[in-house]
């Protein structure tokens, strides 16, 4: 019933505008071969720069009999920084139901609609056709709620990764690394790129330089993204662990070992703290690394974390009373995050048992809670942050918890990666578009 009053819409909108001349502005009509066009809604839009429009653009095709048919639709954009989102597969019934993210470049835009194999009225000579351009313009300003990140042209997307600290987002490609300072101005600048970079993964650090490791191994990159060099790790895997602090030194621990070593330069290496012997040969294999400030982090199996004052070279040893302590010794397993003298600890049992365990160095106190996924903890502006996903948000400071939860973006496809970034959300999807949250 529902398409049935649909078509007597179409038909009688078809009879009142046959002349062009007619149409309201944010409609189109055309006939070429065999097919009548229309546009009935969308057209003419103004936007802001880098977000959807309000309206999605409707497109409907009727043949000679007045019938609904569905086209191969192509679309064109002269702003290169935009984007358009539709069901190929018409899930919505027989309209094509097309959202428009302006792009940032330019003011006046437009998107030309291709249809890929029209033919004349007898079924030959068949053609790729531009069938309408749509025109809207990018003027207004960015009020409150999710804000659709702007790239710079032909960045691929699909291959990048982002972290974040209380100054900027980084994001890494395939080939190039980018900082961005001013989300809602999508201002970037791009960062120097170690030698034969291919990228794997980004971390900003305490020192604010940006870890970034390829398949080559690891390298540092200056806070000021000017320079970069290569670390000298010793059999450097995937699951080293590595922390560069502000006062000049770097850090790392692997997987299966019991020391902890440090540099001034990334290259020599010294064997700074051995945490098996400080723990009287308990603590003989070590779980995370993370650091506040000049102190440093190293938890390890049987309950056990290692203090470390890195300008002082004090360290206390704190045992913790907790009978299910994670046994695992990969580090690939544990996320780890520090907030004063407070620890926030993930652990997943490979792909299950995600538990939180929370530890409080004052006063060695323990909190624990299940997780339902591999969620991990983020550290901005002295918060810690746990997202179940982009829209779900735990909050922690040094003496208070809070939740919560946002609207999903508009056409946002399955979340691949989330966290915080000035105490608000910032995620990406499938597709590499990054949101944050402008309250």
Known sequence: MKQLHFLILLIAFVSACK????????????????????????????GVPGQYLEKEIKIVVLNNEGRIVRR??????????????????????DTLFLAWKLGCEIVEQ???????????????????????????????????GWFSVCYP???????????????????????????LSDVSSSTWDFVSTPEDYFYNSLQVMSSGEILSIDSDGAAIISKNGESSFRLAIPSFSSSTVIEALGNGYYFYIKEH????????DGNNWEEYVNVDMITNYEGRTLQGLSSYGSKLFVVTINN???????????????KFNLNDWPEDGSLSQFNMVALGKTIFMRYSNFGSDHRAIILSLNDDSIRTFDLSFWYDFHRSNDEVYLLESLTSVYRWTENDSSFHSYDLPKYYTNNSLAGMYNGQPIGQDDNGSVVYFFE
Not at 27 to 39: A, W
């Open 153 to 179: 042209p032909n960045i691929d997307k699909s291959t990048s990764h982002f972290s974040t600290d209380n100054d900027r987002v980084i994001f890494g490609t395939s080939d190039q690394i980018l900082s």
């Open 110 to 144: 437009e998107l030309t609609i291709v249809d890929n194999y029209v033919c004349d009225a007898f079924g030959t000579n068949c053609s790729e056709e531009n069938i309408f351009t749509l025109q809207a313009t990018a003027n207004k300003k960015f009020e409150s």
């Open 19 to 46: 002349e062009e001349d007619e149409l309201p502005s944010d409609q189109l009509s055309t006939k070429i071969g065999k097919y009548v066009y229309q546009v009935i809604e969308g057209n003419k839009q103004e």
């Open 257 to 264: 070992q019991n020391i902890l070593y440090r540099s001034t």
């Open 304 to 318: 056990y974390v290692v203090e470390i004052d890195s300008d002082t070279d004090e360290v206390i040893v704190h």
């Open 72 to 93: 191969p639709f192509d679309f064109m954009v002269n702003d290169q920084t935009s984007e358009t989102y539709f069901d190929e597969f018409y899930a919505s019934g």
